[in-house]
């Protein structure tokens, strides 16, 4: 039987992510494998995969912190906002100076309104937009709200008639780095696209814990399912008794963690759930436990 956990890759450029999760599904031997967060083909780095149980933390992975690193090209603007796309647009960026791009990108720092690209998965009227958007149409996405808590230049590069500049970005899940360098080369009113984008942090998990897929050829390397949820959420130990209840579908009188999910263990380290708590009471968001012991 295959055993549960996660795979950190360092996804590489080109591959989608559905591509990195059918190479994973090969190399575990099972179907049962997904991912958390979508990576574009153009970008690298950290890419959660899970395998058997480990496919029920996903959704709540996806909801962690990101950090990044890439590379925004002032003075052309793309269909895409990034490399992949067809440039639209072209504009002069000699005038533009470092303190105007810090200054820039110090206005989209914070809680933000970011309205997301064209050519992404969001739907619109049950269509995904980038399909319109190929089609030739141009899909109206709303504003989401999305927090940058920083996005920094770390070099500042003039190329000729363009500057690239080289950024680091931390922000909430749902934050689209294309979207980011669209806007900053709006505020400068010279247009700008993303050339190069790796993701260095998801939550707890960074590039230092990532493989390539050839190494994982080698070597599938599993973080554990318990060892996995306790580096990315709180911790609840819970008794036999406590542990048998969860596992039932029962519920647990809650201990003040709030709506966030916490991780459930069993006294040997088991991860039995993960727990939310409402109205008094924690009960499961989802079950891990194979087969509840008896109490006693």
């Given at each position: 039987?295959?055993?549960s956990?996660?795979?950190?890759?360092?996804?590489?450029?080109?591959?989608?992510?559905?591509?990195?999760?059918?190479?994973?599904?090969?190399?575990?031997?099972?179907?049962?494998?997904?991912?958390?967060?979508?990576?574009?083909?153009?970008?690298?780095?950290?890419?959660?995969?899970?395998?058997?149980?480990a496919?029920?933390?996903?959704?709540?992975?996806?909801?962690?912190?990101?950090?990044?690193?890439?590379?925004?090209?002032?003075?052309?603007?793309?269909?895409?906002?990034?490399?992949?796309?067809?440039?639209?647009?072209?504009?002069?960026?000699?005038?533009v100076?470092?303190?105007?791009?810090?200054?820039?990108?110090?206005?989209?720092?914070?809680?933000?309104?970011?309205?997301?690209?064209?050519?992404?998965?969001?739907?619109?009227?049950?269509?995904?937009?980038?399909?319109?958007?190929?089609?030739?149409?141009?899909?109206?996405?709303?504003?989401?709200?999305?927090?940058?808590?920083?996005?920094?230049?770390?070099?500042?590069?003039?190329?000729?008639?363009?500057?690239?500049?080289?950024?680091?970005?931390?922000?909430?899940?749902?934050?689209?780095i294309?979207?980011?360098?669209?806007d900053?080369?709006?505020?400068?009113?010279?247009?700008?696209?993303?050339?190069?984008?790796?993701?260095?942090?998801?939550?707890?998990?960074?590039?230092?814990?990532?493989?390539?897929?050839?190494?994982?050829?080698?070597?599938?390397?599993?973080?554990?399912l318990?060892?996995?949820?306790?580096a990315?959420?709180?911790?609840?130990?819970?008794?036999?008794?406590?542990?048998?209840?969860?596992?039932?579908?029962?519920?647990?009188?809650?201990l003040?963690?709030?709506?966030?999910?916490?991780?459930?263990?069993?006294?040997?380290?088991?991860?039995?759930?993960?727990?939310?708590e409402?109205?008094?009471?924690?009960?499961?968001?989802?079950?891990?436990?194979?087969?509840?012991?008896?109490?006693?």
């Amino acid at each position: 039987m295959t055993t549960s956990g996660l795979v950190i890759v360092d996804k590489p450029p080109v591959w989608t992510s559905h591509d990195v999760v059918a190479r994973i599904r090969k190399l575990a031997g099972t179907r049962r494998v997904g991912h958390a967060g979508t990576l574009d083909p153009m970008a690298t780095g950290v890419l959660i995969v899970g395998v058997e149980k480990a496919t029920r933390l996903l959704g709540h992975l996806a909801l962690t912190e990101k950090e990044y690193s890439g590379t925004i090209r002032l003075g052309q603007t793309t269909t895409s906002d990034d490399a992949d796309g067809d440039i639209t647009q072209r504009a002069p960026v000699k005038n533009v100076s470092d303190d105007r791009i810090r200054s820039a990108m110090d206005e989209l720092t914070g809680d933000i309104e970011q309205i997301p690209p064209g050519v992404s998965a969001i739907k619109v009227d049950g269509q995904r937009s980038y399909r319109l958007a190929r089609a030739g149409a141009t899909p109206e996405l709303s504003a989401r709200p999305v927090t940058v808590s920083e996005f920094a230049a770390e070099a500042i590069r003039p190329q000729g008639d363009l500057i690239d500049v080289d950024v680091r970005v931390r922000c909430s899940s749902g934050t689209y780095i294309r979207a980011l360098a669209r806007d900053l080369g709006t505020a400068l009113g010279v247009g700008g696209h993303l050339t190069a984008l790796r993701r260095t942090r998801v939550g707890p998990y960074d590039i230092g814990q990532a493989r390539t897929l050839e190494q994982l050829a080698e070597q599938l390397e599993l973080l554990p399912l318990a060892q996995a949820a306790a580096a990315a959420f709180p911790r609840r130990e819970l008794t036999a008794e406590e542990a048998q209840l969860i596992g039932h579908g029962g519920k647990l009188p809650a201990l003040g963690t709030g709506e966030k999910p916490v991780a459930a263990f069993d006294p040997d380290g088991s991860l039995v759930a993960l727990l939310t708590e409402a109205d008094g009471q924690a009960r499961s968001l989802a079950v891990f436990a194979a087969q509840a012991r008896a109490a006693g």
